[in-house]
């Protein structure tokens, strides 16, 4: 199995910055992609940013210059900075790995538990 855990959320101020880190541990063979996704209430989950084993990224529009996401391929590890937060962040934030867990296994995507990101005065 594969676990995703995250951690870094929090209360955050208007203009403020979080930096959210995620861990993939378990029965890893390859991760593809990691990235964040974020579910405000009463709205779908909506990609936030993904980045490739290559380095590549993706930003969904809303955050495209305020967030910048990184990886760690050696340790599994992806990260999401998020700068000069708007109180339409606000939402819980989920950590994805797309993993294969065996060199002839397909992909499957992983998820973690999720971390509350609240910005508000």
């Known amino acids: 199995q594969v676990q995703l855990v995250e951690s870094g959320g929090g209360l955050v101020q208007p203009g403020g910055s979080l930096r959210l880190s995620c861990a993939a541990s378990?029965?890893?063979?390859?991760?593809?992609?990691m990235g964040w996704y974020r579910q405000a209430p009463g709205k779908q989950r909506e990609l936030v940013a993904f980045?490739?084993?290559?380095?590549?990224?993706n930003y969904a529009s809303p955050v495209e210059g305020r967030f910048t996401i990184s990886r760690d391929n050696a340790k599994n590890m992806v990260d999401l900075q998020m700068n000069s937060l708007k109180p339409e962040d606000t939402a819980v934030y989920y950590c994805?790995?797309?993993?294969?867990?065996?060199?002839?296994?397909?992909?499957?995507?992983?998820w973690g538990q999720g971390t509350q990101v609240t910005v508000s005065s």
């Open positions: 994805n790995a797309v993993v294969q867990v065996g060199p002839i296994s397909a992909y499957r995507h992983y």
């Open positions: 378990g029965s890893i063979f390859n991760i593809q992609t």
């Open positions: 980045i490739t084993s290559g380095g590549s990224t």
